[in-house]
């Protein structure tokens, strides 16, 4: 099934409207107070009511459902299972590896009774702030949209490349380096998409990364780690790889990716 003239109007306008609302968001988060939380708190309570509300109006729009972005009911929680082990286990078995040796050492900043709390709020930020309106736009609503028209493999990347370029329009990507991450986080999101056919499992990925980037990076002060560079390869390219050696079997690549995933025309 081709695209026409209003389909690729209506997709143009959902996909500029969500990095309006980022911009916009991102800005009032800028002017909300030195404090890492609150800003981003502020960030996800302007980001994802608004975000939500898009997605609804396109969906009315194209005349769908949930279940056209991979919201499926049935198997949620398997998806969300598959998404979080993803990348849970190797991160986790390979940062433990990592102190055990002796390689990396990561020292708690704040006593366990702020520590806690503030990693649960980091939970809920991200999810609210980028997990779910990130995943409803590019393996949801963009995945549902690039599949009328092109193979699974094609969608992968085309909406990983999507990725990258709004998060440039939304002033994230400053250089080579963060636009090839980017990508390939968007890589390892659409593999996941692709293998499970619900947007679940990409989403709780998603989450359990950027809490882990989060609550280990410079700007919340949760803990002194000796080697940042190291941690990002246990953190990101060990976790990002093996997901896609793990799941790579179960994607039909040539597919269009409609079929693949179980769509209804």
């Known amino acids: 099934m081709d695209w026409n003239r209003n389909d690729l109007l209506r997709f143009a306008v959902v996909v500029a409207a969500a990095v309006a609302i980022w911009r916009l968001a991102q800005a009032a988060g800028l002017h909300g107070g030195a404090d890492p939380s609150q800003a981003h708190l502020l960030f996800a309570g302007l980001v994802c009511p608004a975000s939500l509300a898009l997605i609804a ?3 009315r729009w194209h005349g769908r459902g949930p279940r056209w ?3 499926h009911g049935q198997g949620a929680g398997r998806a969300v299972a598959t998404g979080l082990l993803a990348y849970l286990l190797p991160a986790a078995l390979t940062l433990a590896l990592c102190l ?3 390689l990396l050492s990561m020292t708690p900043q704040v ?3 702020e520590l806690l709390p503030g990693i649960a709020l980091v939970v809920v930020l991200v999810f609210a702030g980028e997990a779910l309106p990130e995943e409803l736009l590019f ?3 963009a995945w549902a949209c690039l599949s009328r028209v092109l193979s699974t493999w094609q969608v992968i990347l085309a909406q990983a490349v999507l990725f990258v370029l709004a998060a440039a329009a939304m002033g994230a990507v400053d250089d080579a380096l963060d636009a090839s991450f980017l990508f390939t986080f968007g890589v390892v999101l659409g593999v996941l998409r ?3 056919g ?3 499992a990409p989403m709780a990925f998603h989450l359990a990364f950027m809490v882990a980037q989060q609550a280990t990076g410079r700007g919340r002060l949760f803990f002194a780690v000796d080697k940042p560079e190291l941690l990002t390869v246990v953190m990101a390219m060990v976790p990002f790889s093996i997901a896609i050696i793990w799941l790579h079997r179960r994607v039909a690549w ?4 409609r079929v693949a995933a179980g769509e209804r025309a």
């Open 194 to 196: 692709a293998a499970t």
């Open 100 to 102: 055990a040796t002796g």
């Open 57 to 59: 109006l396109a969906l």
């Open 111 to 113: 006593p366990m009774a």
């Open 139 to 141: 393996r949801g609503y």
């Open 69 to 71: 972005l991979g919201l």
């Open 198 to 200: 619900s947007l679940w």
């Open 254 to 257: 040539t597919a269009p990716a």
